[in-house]
């Protein structure tokens, strides 16, 4: 999910998707190259693989806004999955 919202940061920065996958596999690679999660990567380590991270990347790792990012129909959004339920108990009905 994070390596996502990674990715969704900077295609807000102007990066093109195809670029913040990449990226966002950078930050994996890292993560698992030095066990550090990457919830507790620092700025400066995002800045060390990619210039384009900001002093605000560490708020992706607010995980109940990243739950509430995905509000498609079938998302995790708290308003997606309530109106799921409302579907599933009319289907029970």
Known sequence: MIATDLADYLVRK?????????????????????????????????KGIDSRFGDDILDVFDYEHSVEMHSAPGGTARKSVLEQIEVLKEMLK
């Open 14 to 46: 102007g990066v093109p998707f195809r670029t913040t996958h990449h990226i966002s596999g950078q930050c994996v690679a890292f993560s698992e190259k030095t066990g550090t999660p990457m919830d507790k990567m620092t700025v400066k380590d995002f």
